[in-house]
């Protein structure tokens, strides 16, 4: 009996030339790595060595690899802003990477040999099919007590009411740990002093199981030990790991970034700021806002009324030359409630609850069954 040939096997299709990958740069043993990596991936990119070269790729690629050799000329070219670009540099030791990360636009810093894994499964994710990335969004106080940290509740609280799948990180280690803020504390789950010292890339599912919970909610907090510097790369694997099949991340967001939290700023599509109505936190505001700007294009203001000098939000808005996404009324008893671990927010015709619904129509994250 003849057996019948074999089926032959189904190819997987190329993607047309211009949706590839695209890598940049001029260091021989830098492109050798960028395309070891992309190969392990099972994805073929555009390499090209020089800016005026990337353009006609530049716009549709899924991923942009710039080398830490090929900034200024991207730069000096005027490429567009986009979202998907990663710097890449060998050299650890080099403390402009970040400034030039920032000219740049690049939404993450990577440094091989550490940065391998990380980047095998960003050039995966980036040509999958249908993939889903959570959008982020920072909160920070234009000054001390200004109330980002109940926002920044309060918008995750909003997004879970709408069914939609969303996680918190605390990026501010001096805060004090967001996990009280919502009554946690004592639950089980890793915080960030635990992830400090990870390397590569953390698998979502792992961080997904290994981090407190409220309800559905998944929080990434600080302990009440020293605070711990966290690596710009490890803050760039959280949020990685954290985006993937999400969709709302919110950062709560220090008054002062370290290099850590200016990755958190880069990645956010949106900054808020909340400001109160008073003369000396327009002022605070304003230097806040100078330096979230450098990270991040869309800045917007929440106000909180009222102010001792009756000053009133359109009056922010004109003196730091933002637009206002919302205004925040006084609640009687939040201080309290955060006190006993109340989250803030919860109230559903609360202040905070109606300005984080505002938000989140702006962000189009309408509720999961209207979205589908």
């Not at 260091?27 to 070269?53: K, S």
């Not at 991340?249 to 400001?275: G, K, S």
């Not at 559903?348 to 300005?355: F, G, T």
Request: proline share 8%; net charge negative; glycine share 8%.
């Amino acid at each position: 009996m003849t057996s019948a040939p074999p089926a032959p096997a189904l190819a997987v299709p190329e993607p047309e030339p211009s949706l590839r990958p695209l890598t940049i740069t001029d260091d021989p043993q830098l492109l050798d790595n960028v395309l070891r990596l992309a190969a392990a991936a099972g994805v073929t990119v555009n390499a090209v060595v020089d800016a005026h070269l990337a353009r006609r790729y530049w716009n549709n690629a899924p991923l942009v690899v710039v080398g830490a050799d090929r900034v200024a000329s991207c730069v000096a070219a005027g490429l567009p802003r986009r979202p998907g670009v990663v710097l890449l540099s060998s050299d650890l030791d080099d403390g402009g990477v970040w400034e030039a990360a920032v000219r740049l636009g690049a939404e993450h810093v990577a440094f091989l040999p550490d940065a391998e894994d990380w980047l095998v499964e960003a050039f995966a994710t980036a040509t999958e099919p249908n993939q889903r990335r959570a959008t982020v969004v920072g909160v920070i106080g234009g000054r001390g007590g200004a109330g980002a940290t109940s926002l920044a509740i309060a918008l995750t609280l909003a997004s879970l009411r709408r069914d939609l799948s969303t996680v918190l990180v605390d990026a501010d280690p001096l805060g004090g740990g967001i996990d009280l803020a919502l009554g946690i504390e004592d639950r089980p789950g890793m915080r960030w002093p635990d992830l400090a010292a990870t390397r590569g890339r953390t698998p979502r599912r792992l961080l997904a199981e290994s981090l407190p919970c409220l309800g559905d909610l998944a929080v990434l907090s600080w302990d009440r030990t020293s605070p711990t510097a966290i690596p710009p790369a490890v803050m760039t694997s959280m949020l990685t790991s954290a985006r993937r099949g999400k969709d709302l991340l919110v950062v709560d967001l220090p008054r002062f970034p370290d290099q850590a939290a200016a990755i958190a700023m880069q990645v956010a599509e949106m900054i808020i700021v909340v400001v109160p109505a008073e003369v000396r936190a327009i002022a605070a505001a304003g230097r806040i806002c100078d330096t979230a700007n450098r990270h991040c294009s869309d800045l917007r203001l929440v106000v909180r009324l009222p102010g001792p000098a009756r000053l009133d939000a359109e009056a922010v808005s004109d003196a730091l030359a933002l637009p206002v996404a919302g205004v925040l009324r006084h609640e009687s008893g939040l201080a309290t409630g955060l006190e006993r671990g109340e989250p803030p927010g919860s109230r559903r015709r609360s202040s905070l609850a109606r300005v984080s619904g505002r938000i989140l129509n702006e962000l189009g994250l309408a509720h999961a069954d209207v979205a589908a």
